[in-house]
């Protein structure tokens, strides 16, 4: 599968931005899709996962502040960030998984990435 992210920018401290991506699989409803990061320090978190079987999965970071969300018809997952903060800051990679149980943790492995898109947000 084919991923390609957009919609990354530099934004200040609490400011709002929203991130797509866009698939090219053919069963695309049953992927389980999902948005990594990967910090400034070089470690890579996972952020939101999202799936028809398990609905979604957040980590506590962003929790109450990102919205992931999916268009199976326009083969699109996509991660809504508001009140962003410095620490949000780093490299976003979408991510699927043909196998819907991946999404039951954030710590599983996905079988599929994009390239990444630069996220940076400023005090």
């Known amino acids: 599968v084919q991923l390609a992210e957009s919609g990354g920018v530099s934004v200040l401290f609490g400011g709002s931005l929203i991130l797509s991506c866009v698939a090219d699989?053919?069963?695309?409803?049953?992927?389980?899709l999902a948005w990594f990061r990967q910090t400034v320090a070089l470690l890579m978190e996972g952020v939101a996962s999202?799936?028809?079987?398990?609905?979604?999965l957040y980590d506590d970071s962003v929790k109450g502040r990102f919205t992931i969300s999916r268009d199976d018809a326009q083969k699109t997952v996509y991660l809504q960030m508001n009140g962003l903060k410095p620490e949000d800051s780093g490299t976003y990679y979408c991510?699927?998984?043909?196998?819907?149980?991946?999404?039951?943790?954030?710590?599983?492995?996905?079988?599929?990435w994009g390239k990444g898109i630069l996220v940076t947000v400023s005090s």
């Open positions: 991510a699927a998984d043909s196998l819907p149980h991946t999404c039951r943790s954030l710590y599983n492995h996905f079988e599929d």
């Open positions: 699989a053919f069963t695309y409803s049953n992927y389980c």
């Open positions: 999202i799936s028809t079987r398990f609905g979604t």
